[in-house]
């Protein structure tokens, strides 16, 4: 389970990770390409995901 709390991922291509489980809080990932992406699981509060692509991303039981 990644700990990207605080992170800054602006404009990051994380299209297709594997992220299940993920802990982004306070994290920055604006324009990031999260298509595809495997975040089921995940807690995403606090974060800016402004412009962020999710398309097809599985986002099962995440936390916001």
């Known amino acids: 389970r990644a700990d990207l709390s605080g992170a800054r991922l602006d404009n990051a291509n994380l299209r297709g990770a594997n992220l299940s489980g993920v802990k982004m809080v306070a994290s920055f990932a604006r324009n990031a390409n999260?298509?595809?992406a495997n975040l089921s699981g995940g807690?995403?509060?606090s974060?800016?995901?402004s412009g962020a692509n999710f398309d097809n991303a599985d986002l099962t039981g995440v936390e916001v």
């Open 34 to 36: 999260f298509s595809e």
């Open 47 to 49: 974060s800016d995901f």
């Open 43 to 45: 807690l995403l509060c």
